[in-house]
T-cell receptor, first 115, second 114 residues
Framework: AQKITQTQPGMFVQEKEAVTLDCTYD???????LFWYKQPSSGEMIFLIY??????QNATEGRYSLNFQKARKSANLVISASQLGDSAMYFC????????????FGKGTRLHILP | DTGVSQDPRHKITKRGQNVTFRCDPI?????LYWYRQTLGQGPEFLTY????????KSRLLSDRFSAERPKGSFSTLEIQRTEQGDSAMYLC????????????FGPGTRLTVL
């Protein structure tokens, strides 16, 4: 079974609009962490935001916020006021447990910001 | 530049040849990770090190693959007898320690096996 599911292969959004990228996850471990990474066409993976499973509040980093719905096992990324530079691949990822350090990535969503 | 660096950035090789990639993590980062990313997919975990100790290896890492981090600083990933299916982007990442949430990624080495 897929550990991380991103159901939107591609999205087109008008500049300055908000955009939500969907992510659902599957784990039986009560302790886990959720990540979002951005990968521009240049290829490097850029860390955006992190949410711990025990965190009470949704994580926010500037224009990025993570809509964490634990019961639904959902961790959607919200980008406010989108910019042309936001066009990239976005990956949702998870780290399970306390000591397991590997990150499991989803297949990604390609976001296109239209001028 | 004090980020993660990888060398080479691109490698084209013929099937059956051996290749070696190098990763230099951020200074003082104890943990180093290797991932592989094929076209249209997210990165897949291969292996990781705590200092010089290799702590985990994925089943994706066949016996043709070997990774080392001899002095707990830079790491090498060697692929022996390359196959066309090895063509991918090989990503290296580092983190300060177990309790760090962020893994910092390098630019990757793109391998093409002809």
């Amino acid at each position: 079974a897929q550990k991380i599911t991103q159901t939107q292969p591609g999205m087109f959004v008008q500049e300055k609009e908000a955009v939500t990228l969907d992510c659902t996850y599957d784990t039986s471990d009560p302790s886990y962490g959720l990540f979002w990474y951005k990968q521009p066409s240049s290829g490097e993976m850029i860390f955006l935001i992190y949410q711990g499973s025990y965190d009470q509040q949704n994580a926010t980093e500037g224009r990025y916020s993570l809509n964490f719905q634990k019961a639904r096992k959902s961790a959607n990324l919200v980008i406010s006021a989108s910019q042309l530079g936001d066009s990239a691949m976005y990956f949702c990822a998870m780290r399970e447990g306390i000591s397991d350090d590997k990150i499991i990535f989803g297949k990604g969503t390609r976001l296109h910001i239209l001028p | 530049d004090t980020g993660v660096s990888q060398d080479p950035r691109h490698k084209i090789t013929k099937r059956g040849q051996n290749v070696t990639f190098r990763c230099d993590p951020i200074s003082e980062h104890n943990r180093l990770y290797w991932y592989r990313q094929t076209l249209g997919q997210g990165p897949e975990f291969l292996t990781y090190f705590q200092n010089e100790a290799q702590l985990e290896k994925s089943r994706l890492l066949s016996d043709r693959f070997s990774a080392e981090r001899p002095k707990g600083s830079f790491s090498t990933l060697e692929i022996q007898r390359t196959e066309q299916g090895d063509s991918a982007m090989y990503l290296c990442a580092s983190s300060l320690d177990l309790f760090s949430n962020e893994q910092f990624f390098g630019p990757g080495t793109r391998l093409t096996v002809l």
